[in-house]
Structures are given as C-alpha cells and as structure tokens.
T-cell receptor, first 111, second 111 residues
C-alpha cells in the first residue's frame, strides 16, 4: 500500500460543483502539502499544514480551502469549481520540510 | 520569477547515450533535491545534495551540487528507456523556509 494515498484518482465534474480531494498518509509526518501541476507551469503550492489546526496559504490558494482533520489526513476543497482548476493535484508529506513524499495524484477535469 | 531554472526543458536521446541536465539559481540553497516523475504518477525523491561540490551516484545517475550551492546537475550514463521521465529539482533557499521547485527536465530515451 502507498504511504500517501489520494482519492479520487480521477474526477470529472461541472462548473460550479463542490469537489473534495482527500489525502491520507501512513508515514507519521507532521507536514502535509497540496500542489497542483499544469503543463509548462510546474508544481505550484496551494496550501500546507505543519500540524493539526495549522493551515497556511501557498502561492495559489484563491478558490481552494483545506482541512487538516488529523495528523494523517489533509483534504482539499474546491467550493465552486471552474474550468481553469482543471489540473493534476498532488498531496505530499514531509518530516523536516526539505524532502517531500508525494501521492500518486488526482486528475481533476472541470467542464 | 522562477527561483530554480532547469535546462533543457525537453531532451530526447537514443538508448545508450549519455545526457546531462541542469538546475540553476541566483540564490544559495542549503540543499537541493532531485525527483523523477513518470507519467501518471507522483514525483519520487532520487537524492538530496547538501554540501557544496558534493557528488552523489545512484547507479547510472550522477548528481553534483555546485561549489557555491546555487546550482546542480544530473548526468545519466548509458541511458535506458526506464530513465524516461520528468526530472524535477527542488530546494529551500537560505533565509527562506519554503521549498521551491523548478519546472523540470523532460527526458525521453528512445529504444
């Protein structure tokens, strides 16, 4: 089983719908991150959390929200999805903030 | 402004050839990491370099950290089709606490 698990792996939705992407980890790391990846733009940080109840905005947080329900769980929500949020989303964990361990990704398509 | 510039963006070579890709910055980094991402998967950590001038080898992959800790290179000897992937460099600049990623070097090894 993967150390960092993302669900769903693929999702197609319509503009205006609420979407939640979930991430769980078994690595015991305190730090968790959500990134999105777009062709030509690389990985961009959406939100990160260093502990339960600690939430920090990344470089592209507008239109997204997160919840750190437990040390092992970090979910990303799109309250009202729009087409330019179509992307590949990655959850990652870290022990010291230097080396990241990524999930397999969630491909989201907003029509 | 991209903190880490990777070049070339895309490289296609024949199996058995050697290749080198680069990760450059005007900032000093306490360490740099290299990840490889295969299609449909999340990035996987290959190596971390910490000391200026450091060279690390991982089978046919050789990683070097620049003396001034501003750049790094990845050399692949006798490339194999399994080396195909997106190679990402990442690091935390001195005086900052956030990990930065380059946009990646897309390597294709043709059998």
């Amino acid at each position: 089983d993967a150390d960092v698990t993302q669900t769903p792996r693929n999702r197609i939705t319509k503009t205006g719908k609420r979407i939640m992407l979930e991430c769980s980890q078994t690595k015991g790391h305190d730090r968790m991150y959500w990134y999105r990846q777009d062709p030509g733009l690389g990985l961009r940080l959406i939100y990160y959390s260093f502990d339960v109840k600690d939430i920090n905005k990344g470089e592209i947080s507008d239109g997204y929200s997160v919840s750190r329900q437990a040390q092992a769980k970090f979910s990303l929500s799109l309250e009202s999805a729009i087409p330019n949020q179509t992307a590949l989303y990655f959850c990652a964990t870290s022990d010291q903030g230097r080396e990241l361990f990524f999930g397999e990704g969630s491909r989201l398509t907003v029509l | 402004t991209q903190l880490l510039e990777q070049s070339p963006q895309f490289l296609s070579i024949q199996e058995g050839e050697n290749l080198t890709v680069y990760c450059n910055s005007s900032s000093v980094f306490s360490s740099l990491q290299w990840y490889r991402q295969e299609p449909g998967e999340g990035p996987v950590l290959l190596v971390t370099v910490v000391t200026g001038g450091e060279v690390k080898k991982l089978k046919r992959l050789t990683f070097q950290f620049g003396d001034a800790r501003k750049d790094s290179s990845l050399h692949i000897t006798a490339a194999q089709p399994g080396d195909t992937g997106l190679y990402l460099c990442a690091g935390v600049p001195d005086g900052n606490n956030r990990l930065a990623f380059g946009k990646g070097n897309q390597v294709v090894v043709i059998p």
